[in-house]
């Protein structure tokens, strides 16, 4: 019976492999001379090349695995034939689905030095053993590695990677380039001036300065690019220029001369400080959102603040931030106004109560503050806010430990809004539109009465001024809850311009309008 061999061979390192007889070629020579002597079983070789030189064994993403495992499945391949069987797999987990895949294929492998057969338990028992062995000493070696580095770093030695701008390398120490290390003070010196990442960028990118170009040994070149805020504020906080070593949080003095100097340095990191603090607060943002990063919507994603402009005003809101691949459909929304208004009033009132031993009494009213006091109040107190379509919860405090929960609704018009009560008539923050229009109502009838033109409402057309003069005879009690923001969260002024048919008894209209029988 004919059996297709192909060999497989793997290196770890590609140390020796431009030799001109090498570890791979060793392995499949043995390999080759193996499967000849089974010839009178069927066995012959395959002309495919399987090499993964530089690979390591501890994983399956490997060219040559793949392609091979590939070649199985589609039925080119009977036998895999290995020097060792961790030159296969060194995990038992990978081993499994090895084996899995070469049994629905009806192949097998086998190991020159290590002979087994695969399709009985006897076999696959040693085979596991075997292996397991070969993990461990992956795990341990790689344990050794750590270990390795971690002391080499508090000796303050470079431990490799892109050798970063500033420095060249020799013998594998860092040297100062001096033409990069006067990119390097520019860029310390204009961020300490400019106090942005940004604008600094920006700078830059107008001098034609340009990151560090790099060259591989295949040819490849990466960098020589305009500079990133994220890359300048990489090269801004990284301790190397200053002569140190960082290992797990940890500074250590380094073997390389520093580019920095420590003073330097510091009115940087001070100055990152800083900015980071106003940008949590929202000390410079046009329109600071005060809850922005303490809000989540009922499957527990976060909500980040959103902006529309319908003509000259703003309308702000809290809108899931979803994931790739989530829909539109998949996101909540909330009015800012409705769920700001409701955390600043538990707010005050958990400090009235002194839930915070450190809140002193002029400190227990917020809202005549900016909003970053504001925001810098609720952030020192871990606010949190969690939207669900039955209410609203409310927590100060680490782990939940003050936490406070509003029967809400979400309930959908025209848009989302948030009912924090019974759902009926309650008090919040004025609508501005419902203000304006009864404001204007007003100023019609006024002037209807006195038979005078109000320069209010002296530009709309008569159709306009008919529904205000309507809506100015609604009874007394509507009105004062429209501009006190009693009226039910339905109540928008687009809908009480379009009624038609509105009662003219009082009862009447506070039912048509959905104001219950307490509020009037």
Known sequence: MKRRCAIYTRKSTEEGL????????????????????????????????????????????????????????????????????DRLTRSLADFARIVEELDKAGASFVSVTQA??????????????????????????????????????????????????????????????????AIVRHIYNRYLHLK?????????????????????NDGRTRGGCAFSAGSLGQILKNPLFIGKVK????LYEGQHEAIIDQKTWDQVQTTFGANRRARVLGDRARSPSLLAGMVFDPDGRRMTPVFTNKGSRQHRYYVTRLKPGEGKAE??????????????????????????????????????????????????????????AEELEIAFGAEDAQSVRLPAKLRKG?????????????????????????????????????????????GYTERHLYKLLRLSWLAPDILAAMVEGRQPIELSGRRILRAADVPLCWREQRRFFGFSEQSS
């Open 414 to 458: 025209k848009e989302l809004r948030l009912v924090v009560g019974d759902g009926g008539s309650q008090t919040r923050a004025p609508d501005r539109s419902l203000f304006r229009l009864v404001t204007h109502a007003l100023a019609a009838q006024r002037a209807v009465l006195a038979g005078e033109a109000d320069p209010l409402v002296s």
């Open 116 to 181: 087994f057969n695969t399709t009985t338990s006897m076999g696959r028992l040693t085979l596991n053993v075997l292996l397991s062995f070969a993990q461990f000493e992956r795990e341990v070696t790689s344990e050794r590695i750590r270990d390795k580095v971690a002391a080499s770093k508090r000796k303050g030695m470079w431990m490799g990677g892109a050798v970063p701008l500033g420095y060249r390398l020799r013998d594998r120490k860092l040297l100062i380039d001096e033409s990069e290390a």
């Open 196 to 216: 942005s990442a940004t604008a600094l960028a920006n700078e830059l990118a107008r001098s034609g300065i340009r990151s560090k170009l790099r060259t591989f």
């Open 18 to 85: 431009e030799q001109a007889f090498n570890s791979l070629d060793a392995q499949r020579e043995a390999c080759a001379a193996y499967i000849l002597s089974h010839a009178h079983e069927g066995w012959e070789q395959v002309n495919e090349h399987y090499d993964d030189g530089g690979w390591s064994g501890g994983n399956m993403a490997r060219p040559a695995l793949q392609q091979l495992l590939a070649d199985v499945a589609a039925g080119k391949v009977d036998v895999i034939v290995v020097y060792k069987v």
């Open 247 to 250: 290992h797990r949080g940890e």
């Open 331 to 388: 996101a909540w929304r909330v009015p800012a106004a409705d769920i700001e208004a409701a955390v600043l009033d538990q707010a005050e009132q958990a400090m009235a109560r002194g839930l915070e031993a450190n809140v002193t009494e002029e400190a227990t009213s917020i809202r005549g503050l900016p909003v970053p006091e504001q925001r810098s109040i609720l952030l020192a107190h871990r606010t949190a806010v969690r939207l669900s």
